[in-house]
């Protein structure tokens, strides 16, 4: 009996201590990965979106715009802003420097008429400034506040002070004429009374005007100019058309001429059917003349938009008028609800505007 309970003895002392073994083992396994298993639980607890909560200071939680992620949100549009019409300085034409404005488009011409002449009007190189006739000095200077956008590549008739305001429309319509071929049609009342009709065909003949009776606002044609020109002071006349005579012929029509003989042989149009080669005529002060150069419209509105260009008085060089009461369209000018609009001191009302026969 003895043997045997000292072999359970054993047999229990042998268990015990195999036990203690087993949580010691244990407690050494924990106290060595702690920490990686802390890393762990760490990280998925990251994973986790938590509830937005208002913090001690009452910040606002994240919407829940925030809580979506980049690639899933959606960037709202901001609203559309008025670009400034591009001036594409490299180009030298009207139509190539100046790009419609946004949401316009130029109307059509047809080939070889005096609308595409104009809208391919040569220009100077891009910050050329317009030349003035200084009436103290005499001289040319550069016209000041004048528009450097586009100036015309076509010098003053000469270096005087005649080709202002409405020696500048005629001097484009004439020119357009003459390069047609279409003589007969250049042709231009003059400023006296009644008023004169100043041919070409009839300068190319040899008729020169006669200006004994001009004291009395009076003019007509002289055919016989005597010896060196005694009976009406031409000289030399030269027949035929030839640049030279016709620099002269128009010389002796600006000099008669003025905004309101020049609407003389104009037609009144309406600004809702205004149209390029169209002029805008004011009559006050000294007066101003105006030629559209060029359209467009919005298709969806019927909206025009045009430019001008004209010279000045005192004779200025044609020249491109920026839109002085919008800069974001800058040289593209737009009509108000009345049919107006104002170029720099000048109001052109709806009843201003005016068109060749």
């Not at 760490?42 to 937005?52: C, F, G, L, Y």
């Not at 008729?207 to 009776?213: A, I, P």
């Not at 390029?276 to 509105?301: H, K, Q, R, W």
């Amino acid at each position: 009996m003895k043997d045997n309970y000292s072999k359970k003895s054993n047999t229990g002392f042998i268990l015990i201590v195999i036990s203690l073994c087993l949580i010691i083992a244990s407690l050494v396994f924990v106290i060595i990965f702690f920490d990686d298993f802390k890393a762990a639980l760490t990280k998925d607890d990251d994973n986790v979106i938590k509830q937005p909560t208002m913090s001690a200071t009452n910040t606002p939680a994240p919407s829940a715009t925030e809580l979506v992620p980049p690639t899933e949100r959606v960037t709202p549009t901001p609203a559309p802003t008025k670009r400034p019409d591009e001036v594409l300085v490299q180009n030298n034409t009207v139509s190539t420097r100046f790009t419609a404005p946004e949401g316009f488009e130029r109307v059509a011409v047809e080939e070889g008429s005096f609308e595409e002449y104009l809208r391919n009007f040569g220009l100077k190189a891009y910050g050329t400034r317009p030349l003035m006739h200084d009436t103290e000095t005499k001289a040319m200077i550069e016209a000041p506040g004048a528009s450097i956008a586009g100036v015309f590549n076509i010098e003053l008739i000469n270096t005087g002070n005649l080709q202002g305001a409405a020696g500048s429309i005629i001097r484009l319509r004439s020119e357009y004429l003459r390069g047609k071929g279409d003589i007969a049609a250049i042709a231009f009342e003059l400023c006296t009374t009644p008023a004169f009709m100043c041919e070409y065909q009839t300068w190319i003949d040899g008729g020169r005007l006669n200006k004994t009776l001009i004291s009395e606002n009076k003019l007509s044609w002289c055919t016989d100019h005597g010896e060196n020109g005694a009976t009406c002071g031409h000289k030399d006349v030269e027949l035929g058309d030839s640049p030279g005579s016709f620099r002269y012929y128009l010389q002796n029509v600006m000099t008669y001429s003025n905004v309101a003989s020049l609407r003389l042989q104009m037609k009144s149009v309406s600004t809702g059917d205004l149209k390029i080669g169209d002029v805008f005529c004011s009559t006050a002060g000294t007066g101003a003349a105006l030629m559209v150069v060029d359209v467009a419209v919005n298709p969806t509105t019927g909206q025009k938009a045009f430019i001008v260009a004209g010279g000045g008085n005192p004779a200025t060089d044609i020249h491109v008028y920026n839109n002085t009461t919008d800069d974001t369209m800058n040289v593209w000018q737009t009509l108000e609800a009345d049919g107006s609009f104002i170029c720099g001191d000048k109001t052109f009302y709806a009843n201003s505007l005016y068109r060749f026969k």
